[in-house]
């Protein structure tokens, strides 16, 4: 009974991240170099003071954890939450969340080469999620919460394989990884309230119970792969 207790109680803490609410009638822009639309459009749109970094996309639950862990890795400039993997137009966040789309949750990660590499970002993809779960991430169910890489050339194609193959292989996981490698075609960004969600909302419920903890593991894991200002002393 004590745990059915308790799962209730959680439940009714934890909402999913579509069910999930912006707090506040408005949120201060995340970055300087950018004016973030309110609505969704292709990120190419946006993207010009990143044009000399590297980048890369990936999906592993809801774009807010995801993109959280990213901004804490050393040598990422930006990271933008928003949609990829689709072919449907006009993908928005209520469309995407409502799983009836083809489009994960996702995020355009742009970083300096020189500072952090691909393997290395995808160290941290891997410490931020679950990558057994099949198109789901804890409380949020679907295959818009799918585990992904979005490969831009096949030299990335070539490393994320190599890397799922060597993680599968080394008994870390008592499941099969799931995480598909699909090409990327056009990257969406997420409405504007989404950016930098975590930042704005820190006490709102689901990122108390279910963000945090995510990216707290990673943190704690891979201190070697952070930015100065999320080092512990």
């Known amino acids: 009974m004590k745990r059915i207790f308790l799962f209730l109680a959680m439940s009714t803490l934890v909402l999913s991240c579509a069910n999930s609410q912006k707090t506040g009638d408005s949120m201060a822009e995340k970055s300087s170099k950018v004016d973030y ?86 160290t941290a993809f891997f410490s931020g999620h679950n990558p057994t779960q099949l198109n789901r991430q804890g409380p949020d169910v679907g295959p818009q919460y799918r585990s992904a890489i979005f490969y831009a050339n096949t030299h990335e194609k070539e490393q994320a394989a190599a890397f799922v193959e060597k993680l599968g292989a080394s008994g870390k996981y008592d499941k099969p990884i799931v995480t598909k490698l699909s090409p990327l075609g056009t990257f969406y960004t997420a409405e504007g309230y989404h950016q930098d969600y975590i930042v704005h909302n820190p006490n709102q419920p689901y990122v108390v119970g279910v963000s945090m903890p995510k990216i707290e593991k990673f943190v704690k894991a891979h201190p070697e792969l952070l930015k100065s200002q999320y080092r512990k002393p």
Not at 81 to 97: E, H, L
């Open 37 to 122: 639309p309110e609505g969704v459009v292709p990120v190419s749109e946006i993207d010009a003071p990143y044009q000399d970094l590297s980048k890369a996309v990936f999906a592993g639950g809801c774009f807010w954890c995801v993109e959280a862990v990213f901004e804490r890795v050393e040598g990422v400039e930006e990271a933008i939450s928003g949609y990829a993997g689709g072919t449907t137009p006009d993908p928005t966040y209520k469309k995407v969340a409502s799983g009836m789309t083809d489009y994960a949750e996702s995020v355009i990660v742009y970083y300096d080469s020189t500072v952090v590499s691909y393997e290395e970002l995808l």
